[in-house]
């Protein structure tokens, strides 16, 4: 059973604006995003996750993305660097809680910026890093040591795609469905050379945040609005599950942004 | 060029940070050396990579060193250089660093000073205050000066070959034998000569006796007649003799005129008389007791003449400088705005004068003894061409590739 924290959304709000997505005078429906949210809920308790649930925060509206809380790996938990300081508040939030969950809290340097999940997905032995909007390319450094294993560091270069699960999502059967120009040449030539099955998301379904998806087993819950990736994946042999997300996606998240899993892998080999 | 050290850490190469990271060095019109590189043995092991980039100008370093931080590269911490007292006069403290004559940069409080001038065989000293460093001799030396010991901080740069125009140094860059073909050669150095001319260049002829003795002398005269020689080095025998040519139409008695003519030392001896009585080779060129010859030509045509005395000179003629370390200042005074540096069949005189050349320098080297050649252009390895030969041929040719077609009337 996979375990997955998430934050109810009782503060969301376009409160500031730290990506492309984000328009103050554009703000997100409450009572729409609560609906949204809690159909993201019953859809992974339905596929047998246990939703752990963290406490909302005043003040924190972006808190409700919990993939951006850290990285787990096994019962160790690497909290998060955030960049902008209008979520550096999150950070002892989820630290303490993911703490008195018993998990080993492992601080990267403070000078070191990283976002957790958001920007560190593992796919085959491989943890894929993404960097330069959000998390430094130091901190995977960091991180591939902490963890003893190997980091792959790629370069973000379209803006509207700031996060690595925004625009890469790796599957269990070691493939990947991916927005290819999200990333310069040398980022993709180095997930082509790892990543032995990839499916190209077309830029309209990208839009979407097709790729902000979270994959339990084969089962993959993503945002609707990617009838080509739904096929595709269907032909491989995949269950898809699509939401509406349109609230999240005003604020540049969607699916997979909303789940932290506990932890995303056992371990690293 | 510029430079400053980076290091890469992390998986660089599974991530090709490294081919990113050395491919924009390139785009941005920058130069990369690998100082060190180590990969990781295992799947989870990290690579280190240090590389040292350069670029034109330090704007275009900083803003390059900028956008390569992005990717990971963290700019090496240098260490300042060690300095320390000398003990005496003309004495180098211990370990003291020896400098070669390439580009060289010590590093204080974090920023580098170039070493000016650049010259092989010395040591480095240091004036903090007002941000200099020089390389000395011993001579140069006085207790108590600030001289930089050990390699650390120290940071040579050597000559990097052009890669914009291809001229005959870059080309050939070696040594002509004697039974290899020169004409080609010298064409292309008499190029290379007149784009000097033309550039505002200063052009050294660091010129032996046996230019006189084999009758070269008319040549070189050509060469100063059209402005291809700035200043002349010589020994005080090599203008002694030429001044027995043009007084007596002799050369140690010979007159190149005769076949198998026997000579002495008399007319030298005369000749050498005539100069001092005259007052030096300036006052009797205005006399018009000496109208022909190099030295004729050298005061006609103000090139600077630095001769210099040895211990079995005659004399010597007014004007040599006969102390060896003044010779050396003087010498080496003469030779920081040079550019060109022609080294003819004179092997200690080529060695003395090519110690003193900055990396630079383009330098020619003809002497008959290929061995000289060798020895005179290990100094300038990249910059530099030798060809062994008589210097009579050499200078004919090279005259007439350069001198003003004569007025027939």
């Known amino acids: 059973m996979r375990e997955l924290l998430l934050c109810p959304p009782d503060y969301y709000g376009i409160e500031y604006e730290i990506n492309p997505w984000m328009s103050r005078t554009r703000g997100a429906e409450a009572a729409l995003a609560q609906k949204q949210w809690e159909q993201l809920h019953a859809t992974l308790l339905e596929l047998n996750c246990k939703v752990h649930l963290i406490a909302p925060q005043p003040g924190l509206p972006d808190m409700v993305f919990t993939a951006n809380a850290g990285l787990t790996v096994g019962r160790e938990f690497i909290p998060s660097n955030f960049r902008h300081k209008e979520r550096a508040g999150e950070q002892p939030f989820f630290a303490k809680w993911m703490e008195q969950q018993g998990y080993k809290v492992d601080w990267l340097p403070e000078n070191l910026y990283f976002e957790g999940e958001g920007d560190a997905l593992f796919g085959g032995d491989a943890l894929f890093c993404g960097y330069k909007f959000r998390s430094d390319i130091q901190s995977h450094h960091a991180i591939a040591e902490m963890l003893e294993c190997l980091a792959i560091s790629v370069e973000l270069v379209d803006p509207r795609f700031y996060h690595l699960d925004t625009c890469f999502c790796p599957l269990p059967d070691g493939g990947a469905f991916w927005f290819p120009m999200a990333f310069d040449e040398y980022g993709q030539r180095a997930i082509r050379e790892h990543v032995s099955d990839l499916i190209d998301v077309a830029s309209e379904e990208a839009m979407h945040f097709s790729c902000n998806a979270v994959i339990i087993e084969r089962d993959i819950v993503l945002p609707e609005g990617a009838p080509q990736l739904v096929t595709r994946l269907g032909d491989r042999g995949y269950r898809c599950h699509e939401l509406a997300m349109s609230e999240f996606i005003k604020a540049g998240g969607a699916c997979k942004c909303l789940v932290m899993f506990m932890p995303q892998r056992e371990n690293v080999s | ?409």
């Open chain 2, 1 to 409: 060029m510029f430079s400053e050290t980076i290091e890469l850490r992390g998986h660089i190469i599974d991530s090709l940070i490294l081919p990113k990271v050395l491919d924009q060095i390139l785009t941005h019109g920058a130069n990369f050396k690998i100082g060190e590189i180590k990969i990781g043995k295992r799947r989870a092991d990290q690579s280190f990579a240090r590389i040292e980039v350069s670029a034109e100008t330090t704007e275009a370093l900083d803003e390059l060193i900028l956008r390569l931080r992005q990717h990971g590269a963290e700019v090496a911490k240098h260490e300042d250089a060690q300095v320390a007292s000398a003990p005496a006069d003309g004495v180098f403290p211990r370990d003291f660093y020896v400098t070669t004559n390439q580009q060289t940069f010590v590093r204080f409080d974090g920023k580098e000073i170039e070493v000016r001038p650049a010259m092989m065989d010395s040591a480095i000293a240091v004036d903090r205050k007002r941000g200099a460093a020089r390389a000395v001799k011993f001579f140069d030396v006085h207790k108590g000066d600030e001289i930089v010991v050990g390699h650390q901080g120290v940071r040579v740069v050597p000559v990097q070959r052009a890669t914009s125009r291809t001229d005959v140094f870059q080309f050939i860059n070696t040594i002509i034998d004697a039974d290899e073909p020169k004409s080609a050669i010298i064409r292309e150095l008499a190029g290379e000569l007149r784009r000097a001319r033309v550039a505002k260049g200063k052009i050294a002829a660091v010129v032996g006796p046996a230019i006189v003795r084999t009758d070269a002398g008319q040549h070189l005269v050509r060469l100063i007649e059209s402005h291809y020689v700035d200043r002349l080095f010589a020994g005080n025998s090599f203008a002694a003799y030429d001044l027995e040519r043009a007084l007596f139409g002799t050369c140690l008695g010979i007159s190149p005129d005769l076949a198998f003519a026997r000579g002495g030392r008399e007319n030298l001896v005369r000749a050498v008389n005539a100069i001092r009585e005259a007052g030096g080779i300036a006052a009797a060129v205005q006399k018009k007791i000496v109208t022909s010859g190099i030295m004729h030509a050298c005061v006609r045509h103000n090139v600077d003449i630095v001769l210099t005395g040895s211990i079995r000179d005659e004399g010597p003629i007014p004007g040599v400088t006969t102390d060896a370390i003044e010779a050396h200042k003087v010498m080496r005074g003469k030779l920081t705005d040079v550019t060109h540096a022609l080294l003819l069949a004179t092997l200690q005189h080529s060695l003395a004068v090519a110690s003193m050349l900055p990396p630079t320098v383009k330098t020619v080297c003809v002497d008959i003894d290929s061995s000289a050649v060798e020895r005179a252009v290990e100094h300038q390895p990249l910059q530099s061409i030798g060809l062994v030969t008589d210097v009579e041929p050499f200078l004919r040719e090279l005259a007439d590739c350069l001198s003003e077609p004569r007025v027939r009337g």
